[in-house]
């Protein structure tokens, strides 16, 4: 089946520093999604890519639609503490299924 | 945000037992999905649906049904419950246009003992 790569699976930063993640793909995907995950809750949704090179931001938030269609970034520039969860890359491709990445978890020390 | 909700939130039972978990959205969303996430696996599709009276396997369905008899609930059933089935379960719903993203519900935490 299809699979996500994301990367890294953690990571340690101090407030205000800049976050980068990514997830890669063998397969193609029509549309990449990001979600964020707080301790006890379901993912929620941050930003929905549609189009091959697509660049979009939600505050804070950017993240870009790979010319291959086989790949994603995540930015967060100037993490504060509550950015602390864990992040999910999600593929879709012809159906309405969604692949997820295994996530990377995110700790901002104040 | 009550468009989804999942209950309970939180489950202990036996082995062998049948267990089931509710999901019911308000959105009229015609695609629903339950998903299990585990420590090192993510999350993982069980079964899925686009509509009233259809249901799909996912990657994961072995010792789990699924009915939709209605647009408002898929509720996920453990046959005979296996310690292996311990997990934080994840109910989601979408439009149903071509590509829409999922939202989840907040989960059930169910521990099979």
């Known amino acids: 089946g299809q699979q996500l790569n994301q990367s890294p699976q953690s990571m340690f930063i101090q407030e205000g520093e800049d976050v980068s993640m990514n997830c890669t793909s063998s397969?193609?995907?029509?549309?990449w999604l990001w979600y964020k995950q707080d301790p006890g809750e379901g993912p929620v949704l941050l930003i929905a890519?549609?189009?091959?090179?697509e660049l979009t931001s939600n505050g804070r938030l950017t993240a870009q639609f790979g010319i291959t269609r086989k790949d994603s970034f995540l930015n967060i520039s100037a993490s504060i503490p509550s950015d602390v969860g864990i992040y999910f890359c999600?593929?879709?491709?012809?159906?309405?299924?969604?692949?997820f990445g295994k996530g990377t978890k995110l700790t901002v020390n104040p | 945000d009550a468009g989804i909700t999942q209950s309970p939130r939180y489950k202990i039972t036996e082995t062998g037992r049948q267990v089931t978990l509710a999901c019911h959205q308000t959105?009229?969303?015609?695609?629903m999905f339950w998903y299990r996430q585990d420590l090192g696996h993510g999350l993982r599709l069980i079964h899925y649906?686009?509509?009233?009276?259809?249901?799909n396997k996912g990657e994961v369905s072995d010792g789990y049904s699924v009915s939709r008899s209605n647009t408002e609930d898929l509720p996920l059933t453990l046959e005979s419950a296996a310690s292996s089935q311990t997990s934080v379960y994840f109910c989601?719903?979408?439009?149903?246009?071509?590509?829409?993203?999922?939202?989840f519900g907040n989960g059930t935490r169910l521990t099979v003992t």
């Open positions: 397969s193609i995907f029509n549309t």
């Open positions: 890519l549609y189009k091959a090179g």
């Open positions: 999600a593929g879709q491709g012809g159906s309405e299924k969604l692949v």
């Open positions: 989601a719903s979408s439009p149903g246009q071509y590509n829409s993203p999922l939202h």
């Open positions: 649906s686009y509509g009233v009276q259809d249901t």
């Open positions: 959105w009229n969303h015609n695609n």
